[in-house]
């Protein structure tokens, strides 16, 4: 069985997440999109040349 790409395990769950495309890391459920985002870019500038992917 293939593994899912980021996109496809941030499909499936519920909530506002995100998801690094580099590192594979997938966050915790936020309430607020606006969480997921601040979390997605605090992990962006932690990881020079991360790429990161926001879902509401
Ligand atoms: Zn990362």
Redesign the pocket.
Known sequence: MRKLTVEEQLSVLGGARWA?K??G?LSNDHIFYSTASDMAYA?KKK?KG?E?VVRA
Do not use: F
């Open positions: 690094c580099t590192c890391y992990h990881y991360h990161t």
